[in-house]
T-cell receptor
């Protein structure tokens, strides 16, 4: 069974700090997604990665397929970045069934 | 606005009642899916569909039924509600890219269901 582990579970930062959230998984995958869940509950897709690195604004996502590990970085964090960040993987051979981590609750204080 | 529309946002059911959660998307996405989110657990896949007339089970399908008669709509039916089905439900859609992976996951705003 594919396990998706995120760390840390909770993260508190001061505005302006550099944030790193980690995701490890146990089986080969086709792709990995990073999602953001707002305090109101809505879920937004941030990135989909198969290899390498992607950047969007202050967000950077990297993946190391060999080590079965991905990181989400937030530069110059802001209170509006406060949310739950969720990692989800698509196991190799399955195009349809995402497996989700439990999420990392990020709080950025002003 | 284009996206995924879920209704209702909140619902309270009595044990044994049935109901349908509605999900509609206007992006012509082939793939639609339903998830439940419970405290301390990741989202879990209930059912999914890769096109009209095609549905399949996810990780936790028991007690739920789906159908996909059109590309736009993917309703989730609770056949006989149980307290264990108290959860937040999300519908999502996505499209297949050239590499045959699904991109652009778009989620509905969620339905908070309580079964008493």
């Amino acid at each position: 069974k594919n396990e998706v582990e995120q760390s840390p579970q909770n993260l508190t930062a001061q505005e302006g700090e550099f944030i790193t959230i980690n995701c490890s998984y146990s089986v080969g995958i086709s792709a990995l997604h990073w999602l953001q869940q707002h305090p109101g509950g809505g879920i937004v897709s941030l990135f989909m990665l198969s290899s390498g690195k992607k950047k969007h604004g202050r967000l950077i996502a990297t993946i190391n397929i060999q080590e079965k590990h991905s990181s989400l970085h937030i530069t110059a964090s802001h209170p509006r970045d406060s949310a739950v960040y969720i990692c989800a993987v698509l196991p190799g051979g399955s195009n349809y069934k995402l497996t989700f981590g439990k999420g990392t609750l990020l709080t950025v204080n002003p | 606005n284009a996206g995924v529309t879920q209704t209702p946002k909140f619902q309270v059911l009595k044990t044994g009642q049935s109901m349908t959660l509605q999900c509609a998307q206007d992006m012509n996405h082939e793939y639609m899916s339903w998830y439940r989110q419970d405290p301390g657990m990741g989202l879990r896949l209930i059912h999914y569909s890769v096109g009209a007339g095609i549905t399949d089970q996810g990780e936790v399908p028991n007690g739920y039924n789906v159908s996909r008669s059109t590309t736009e709509d993917f309703p989730l039916r609770l056949l006989s509600a149980a307290p264990s089905q108290t959860s937040v439900y999300f519908c999502a859609s996505s499209y297949m890219g050239l590499n045959r992976l699904y991109y652009g996951y778009t989620f509905g705003s969620g339905t908070r269901l309580t079964v008493v």
